[in-house]
């Protein structure tokens, strides 16, 4: 018998202390009002070996409701996996929304297409298979879109994120939003170093200096949440 979706548990990316006041809060708040082609592509991406890399469904929970907040509209997600934010941004935003969605591995993005068709929402997105920099580039060469984005979403390699939040200052609307995520790495921004394992050291102190530049950034209004691996939430002011 196949296992309930409500039920299918892959790795916790929480940063509660309590995995059952985590499990608490997804089946009470979250996944009761997950749509059915969400629970669906998270039920596909649980048994994938990189499940940790998508995005936790409590913060796209959050996610949804920024998105209305702002009438999103025109958005860009920078690393895309098997879509699970991609299809919520897309079943989210209005039907002539768009959204450019990049990452350098297609493959895993083909995971979630199926789903994303049969959710009839594919023509809203333009999927490009590159590095995300040369295509931000690319989109702030036409002056056109400039300040026309409402909505941007990170959540790809963590050394580019600097470089990526200067180009969404630009392509980004006034008070529009952007989104970042693994801005607490497992908790390990705030451990000693010595007790950090060496293979995330790089990791921590590339997101501790990214966490720095974003609150000393005077152009965003920001919001650090501990939803997921962490979130970072900035309003572009001017």
């Known amino acids: 018998m196949e296992q309930n979706v409500e039920n299918v548990r892959g790795p916790s990316k ?5 995995d059952d006041l985590y499990q608490y809060i997804l ?7 997950e749509p059915e082609f969400l629970k669906e592509l998270r039920h596909v991406t649980a048994s994938h070996p990189r499940a940790m890399m998508a995005t936790a469904p409590d913060a796209g929970q959050l996610m949804a409701m920024l998105l209305k907040l702002v009438n999103a509209k025109k958005t860009v997600e920078v690393g895309v996996f098997t879509g699970y934010s991609l299809l919520l941004t897309a079943l989210t935003i209005p039907e002539d929304g768009k959204i450019i969605a990049i990452d350098v591995n297609r493959e895993t993005f083909e995971i979630g297409l199926p789903i994303i068709k049969k959710a009839g929402v594919a023509d809203k997105i333009d999927f ?3 590095e995300a920099l040369p295509v ?3 989109l702030l060469q036409n002056h056109e879109n400039e300040g026309s984005f409402d909505f941007a979403y990170v959540d790809a390699d963590k050394v580019s994120y600097w470089n990526y939040h200067e180009r969404l200052m630009k392509l980004l609307k006034v008070n529009g939003l952007v989104v970042y995520d693994n801005t607490l790495r497992k908790g390990f921004v705030a451990m000693p170093e010595a007790l950090v394992p060496e293979h995330r050291k790089q990791d921590r102190e590339i997101t501790i200096e990214f966490n720095k530049l974003l609150a000393a950034d005077p152009r965003i209004q920001i919001s650090h949440a501990s939803l997921g691996d962490g979130i970072t939430i900035c309003r572009r002011l001017y």
């Open 14 to 18: 929480s940063l509660l202390q309590s």
């Open 27 to 33: 089946e009470t708040s979250v996944y009761p009002r």
């Open 128 to 130: 490009i298979e590159s």
């Open 136 to 138: 931000l580039d690319q």
